[in-house]
Nanobody, 123 residues
Framework: QVQLVESGGELVQAGGSLRLSCEAS????????MGWFRQAPGKEREFVAA????????YYADSMKGRFTISRDNVHNTVYLQMNSLKPEDTAVYYC????????????????WGQGTQVTVSS
């Protein structure tokens, strides 16, 4: 069983930066993949980025490359999402998720989810 808790979401000005954290508790395996998703009001949940616990290999949605960076600290079971050059359209609830099948861009592969953290980007 895995418990995920996101933090770091807040109000930020357009063009600014923000780092989200996802703390994982419970037993995890080297083959697990950790992902970030987001959901804006009235829109479907969208894949942002994913990372492998074991290798650190990353996978990004094309629209996120160059602005968002995912990383992990295996010692503290924490995954981060560094967001730069933020835009108002980045406003959403950001969710952390864990997949036993490794990194994936579809929410269908993720078994465990956090409750989300709100990111609001002002214009």
């Amino acid at each position: 069983q895995v418990q995920l808790v996101e933090s770091g979401g807040e109000l930020v000005q357009a063009g600014g930066s923000l780092r989200l954290s996802c703390e994982a508790s419970g037993r995890t395996f080297s083959g697990y993949g950790m992902g970030w998703f987001r959901q804006a009001p009235g829109k479907e949940r969208e894949f942002v980025a994913a990372i492998s616990w074991s290798t650190g290999g990353t996978y990004y949605a094309d629209s996120m490359k160059g602005r968002f960076t995912i990383s992990r600290d295996n010692v503290h079971n924490t995954v981060y999402l560094q967001m730069n050059s933020l835009k108002p359209e980045d406003t959403a609830v950001y969710y952390c998720a864990a997949s036993a099948q490794g990194v994936a861009g579809s929410s269908q592969f993720y078994r465990y989810w956090g409750q989300g953290t709100q990111v609001t980007v002002s214009s």
